[in-house]
Nanobody, 114 residues
């Protein structure tokens, strides 16, 4: 089972952009579902985007075309490009690998504030 490490979180102004990275300790090519989730203070963890092994992607409605997920099996990594960030995007962002197993990273903080 791979271990996941997120990075790239930062403080950014509204309207700004960030790219989050999720690096795996081993191969992700056989993992069915890689995903980004987020959890804001006092809120439940929620899905942001999924990248499937077959190349298909899905997104939560709130991303509204602002976010793009990239899965690079050759690099054992996944990325989340976030554009036009809003204060409500402030959260800890987590990387997840599912199938087989269910593995989470430790999270990376994204803060959107002026």
């Amino acid at each position: 089972q791979v271990q996941l490490v997120e990075s790239g979180g930062d403080l950014v102004q509204p309207g700004g952009s960030l790219t989050l990275s999720c690096e795996a300790s081993g191969s992700i090519s056989s993992i069915d579902e890689m995903g980004w989730y987020r959890q804001a203070p006092a809120k439940k963890r929620e899905l942001v985007a999924l990248a499937y092994r077959n190349g298909r992607d899905t997104y939560a409605a709130f991303t509204k075309g602002r976010f793009i997920v990239f899965r690079n099996n050759a690099q054992n990594a996944m990325y989340l490009r976030m554009n036009n960030l809003k204060p409500e995007d402030t959260a800890v962002y987590y990387c997840n690998a599912r199938g087989p197993g269910d593995t989470w990273g430790q999270g990376t903080q994204v803060t959107v504030s002026s």
